[in-house]
């Protein structure tokens, strides 16, 4: 079946710092990635999506790179910022034949960054 | 986009009883999801719901638990029945963007303290 899988956190970065946080997926087909932002006491946010290899998602100075070769999925931020602290969940969606999608999501990786 | 409003936000009951949450849709959609999301962990797909037929339950997620409500194409409940402290969890709303590729919208989510 489908999985995701992303680094355990949680992750404790200084403001300004560089921000990697590893995806890797397991499926079958074609699916979507996408990356998920959970600020505390809310939902989950949309943060940035591909939809087909080698598609680059960015948003808000985050971006990962859709790569079917190494099926990852990784998201990178040059300069986090204490507003960047967050739940972060790497997702895909696979179809379900004329069924609409199916969504898994990974364990979420928690980010602290530090003033 | 879809904006989605789930009631209430959060609710601490008693063990023994059941709980109900609303989610309203802004638009009409043909299904809507509800997840579960225990302390520290990932989201976990409780169900489909289809207007005009019964709900799709996932492995190990059944009716008697969590009855499910869709009376039309904008709203949709979820109850979590004869509750224990084990169904502390977030529960959250969501629909699809209704196209392949297209992404997953949420509520903010009903945090539940059962105790």
């Known amino acids: 079946g489908n999985s995701v899988t992303q680094m355990e956190g949680p992750v404790t970065l200084s403001e300004e710092a560089f921000l990697t946080i590893n995806c890797t997926y397991t499926?079958?087909?074609?699916?979507?990635l996408f990356w998920y932002v959970q600020y505390p006491g809310e939902g989950l946010q949309l943060l940035l999506k591909a939809t087909k290899a080698d598609d680059k998602g960015s948003n808000k100075g985050f971006e990962a790179t859709y790569r079917k070769e190494t099926t990852s999925f990784h998201l990178e931020k040059g300069s986090v910022q204490v507003s960047d602290s967050a739940v972060y969940f790497c997702a895909l969606s696979a179809s379900r034949g004329g069924y609409g999608q199916n969504f898994v999501f990974g364990p979420g990786t928690r980010l602290s960054v530090l003033p | 986009s879809a904006v989605i409003s789930q009631k209430p936000s959060r609710d601490i009951c008693q063990r023994g009883t059941s709980l109900t949450i609303q989610c309203q849709v802004d638009s009409q959609v043909t299904m809507m999801f509800w997840y579960r999301q225990q302390p520290g962990q990932s989201l976990t797909l409780i169900a489909t719901?289809?207007?005009?037929?019964?709900?799709?339950?996932e492995s190990g997620f059944v009716i008697d638990k969590f009855p499910i409500s869709r009376p039309n194409l904008t709203f949709s409940t979820l109850t979590v029945s004869n509750m224990s402290p084990e169904d502390s969890s977030i529960y959250l709303c969501s629909v699809e963007a209704g196209r392949i590729g297209g992404e997953a919208f949420f509520g903010q989510g009903t945090r539940l303290t059962v105790v």
């Open positions: 719901a289809n207007q005009g037929s019964e709900a799709t339950y």
């Open positions: 499926a079958t087909g074609y699916p979507s």
